[in-house]
């Protein structure tokens, strides 16, 4: 069974995004809930609503007009040796001499543009956390997907939380605990991520949980994420401890 489960009525979650009805969100201010913690054996999250409905649909559409995602070698990762092309669109943007490796391929990201740092500074002022890279991942609909995975590369910063904010259709976001099985307390997790959402994942949830984003037939509209990360320069990837080992 799975718990911890943050739905929207059916039609919210459909028809969110650009296209048709958007989920009913509550306005950022004093008066706006307290984050929603979501949490089980190693795993530490946030979540909540982080830009009002006006502010989210601007943003969204400035990111849809701004962002040049990549393109040719660039948008495959290697599965097992072989090289696949990815159900989704990606681009990097970060603060000069990073780079990242997922899945095979390494990543030069591009400069800051004023979209991002707006998002950025807004995460910052949110959670008490600064971030220098951003992975911007967009899906054209419920067909477009990612599947499980964990983010600890080695260029992560051990200790450092990654601020997932999303934009556009609600989707599914599903976590599944690795490995363990008879262990108590809930082996999946499934939350809804509305419009204009932030969605905090503290350590050492991405030690001990996969997430994937799963297939949607009946998600027409597109989504945009953001998974803001703290990427250490070359220089200093020797002189930390592996992520496992982070206490």
């Not at 718990?3 to 459909?14: A, G, H, I, N, S």
């Not at 849809?64 to 990762?77: N, Q, R």
């Not at 669109?89 to 899945?103: A, C, H, I, N, Q």
């Not at 997430?211 to 320069?233: C, M």
Request: hydrophobic share 35%; charged share 30%.
């Amino acid at each position: 069974m799975d718990r911890f489960v943050v739905k929207l009525p059916r039609e919210q979650q459909e028809d969110g995004g650009s296209g048709g009805k958007r989920p009913r969100l509550e306005k950022p201010g004093p008066e706006r809930p307290p984050p929603r913690e979501i949490r089980a054996e190693g795993l530490c999250c946030d979540y909540r609503i982080l830009f009002g409905k006006a502010e989210a649909d601007e943003i969204f559409q400035q990111l849809e007009k701004e962002v040049e995602y990549f393109e040719d070698e660039a948008t495959k990762l290697q599965v097992f040796g072989t090289w696949h092309k990815i159900p989704r669109r990606k681009v990097t943007y970060g603060d000069p001499g990073l780079s990242y490796t997922y899945s095979g391929v390494t990543f030069q990201p591009k400069p800051w543009i004023p979209v991002l740092t707006r998002i950025r500074e807004r995460v910052t002022a949110e959670t008490g956390h600064s971030f220098n890279f951003v992975l911007i991942n967009r899906y054209k609909d419920g067909l477009d997907h990612i599947g499980e995975h964990r983010d600890d590369e080695k260029e992560l910063a051990p200790l450092s939380p990654i601020a997932s904010v999303s934009f556009g259709a609600c989707r599914d976001f599903v976590f599944r605990r690795r490995g363990r099985p008879g262990a108590a307390g809930p082996a999946r997790i499934s939350l809804a991520l509305a419009h204009g959402s932030l969605l905090l994942m503290r350590h050492p949830t991405n030690l001990h949980w996969h997430h994937s984003l799963p297939p949607r037939r009946r998600v027409l509209a597109p989504r945009v994420n953001l998974t803001f990360r703290n990427v250490l320069p070359a220089s200093q990837r020797g002189n930390v401890q592996p992520r496992g080992a982070a206490k």
